[in-house]
């Protein structure tokens, strides 16, 4: 069982930047292949970013080069660097985690869940 806590959602005018981060309660989260996805209001939720146990990554197109996923396995944390912020990028942002090859978007492959952080970019 892994367990994930989400946390640095927030409020930020568009061009601007937030960190999120992902703590896993699990001794061996890079293991797992672990990913961000996002949902907002009306939509279906969608894979943002994701790396696997060999640090591949993985991203949407309407984030590439603008957000960057890394782990830091010692401390059992994901992150989610989101630069150059936009409107569109207003979501809850959710944490996820399987074990198994990857890295994945697809929401199907994914186990694990967190409860999710708000961000909210105004114009």
């Known amino acids: 069982q892994v367990q994930l806590v989400e946390s640095g959602g927030g409020s930020v005018q568009a061009g601007g930047s937030l960190r999120l981060a992902c703590a896993a309660s699990t001794y061996s989260s890079s293991m797992y292949c672990m990913g961000w996805f996002r949902q907002a209001p009306g939509k279906e939720r969608e894979g943002v970013a994701a790396?696997?146990?060999?640090?591949?990554?993985a991203y949407a197109d309407s984030v590439k080069g603008r957000f960057t996923i890394s782990r830091d396995s010692g401390k059992n944390t994901l992150y989610l660097q989101m630069n150059n912020l936009k409107p569109e990028d207003t979501a809850m942002y959710y944490c996820a985690a399987y074990y198994g090859l990857g890295p994945s978007l697809s929401r199907d492959h994914y186990r694990y869940w967190g409860q999710g952080t708000q961000v909210t970019v105004s114009s």
């Open positions: 790396v696997d146990s060999d640090g591949r990554t």
